[in-house]
């Protein structure tokens, strides 16, 4: 079983080897998560290099992985992917083998933003058309609004109370929102 878990990498460095389709997809999501982005890559595509990123259009080095936190091994050779893999564990990096997950300790799930809201899905195994059907059933669920800001103000007033004036008020605010997710009370 995976670990489910929101990390904030906001400000430290990622490094994608690899400069083709799967690094197009990842890099946005690395830069929206507020990550520094270094691409290696003989050839890298057209498309990465209009990003924020730094592009090192040459073969992967060992000494790339200096000072990243995140690493994604996503060439056309598996050789490459497995070699990145090995040396971003052997540094205690989180690390992505775009060819062979298991090979890695870092999986991108699915996600869904909608209503305030983030939702990562994954099947914990190598279905990820089950986590993006999963996502799209979702999508049609999820309310596409939600006054977040109001009830992390309930919540924050709640917790100041004592004894059944809290219990009391937390209980209005979980009945309120499980009223606007479309559940029973």
């Not at 994604?72 to 775009?98: F, I, K, M, Q, Y």
């Not at 060819?99 to 300790?105: C, D, K, P, T, V």
């Not at 103000?153 to 004592?162: C, F």
């Amino acid at each position: 079983m995976l670990l489910a878990a929101f990390l904030n990498v906001h400000g430290d460095c990622a490094v994608v080897v690899g400069g083709g389709s799967v690094a197009l997809r990842r890099v946005p999501v690395l830069l929206r998560a507020g990550l520094k982005v270094s691409v290696v890559a003989p050839d890298i595509a057209a498309g990465l290099r209009v990003q924020d990123v730094t592009c090192m259009e040459r073969e992967y080095r060992k000494e790339d992985l200096s000072g990243a936190r995140l690493v994604l091994a996503c060439t056309d050779s598996a050789t490459v992917n497995d070699r990145v893999t090995e040396d971003a564990l052997g540094l205690g990096l989180l690390v992505s083998h775009a060819g062979s997950a298991e090979r890695g300790n870092l999986r991108f799930p699915a996600t869904l933003e909608q209503g305030g809201v983030q939702l990562a899905l994954t099947t914990g195994r190598e279905l990820p058309m089950l986590a993006q059907a999963l996502k799209e059933r979702l999508e049609g669920v999820l309310p596409e609004a939600l006054p977040l800001d109001g009830w992390v103000q309930r919540r924050e007033q709640a917790v100041t109370l004592s004894g059944s004036e809290r219990e009391a008020a937390l209980a209005g605010l979980r009945r309120d929102i499980r009223l606007a997710v479309g559940l029973s009370a």
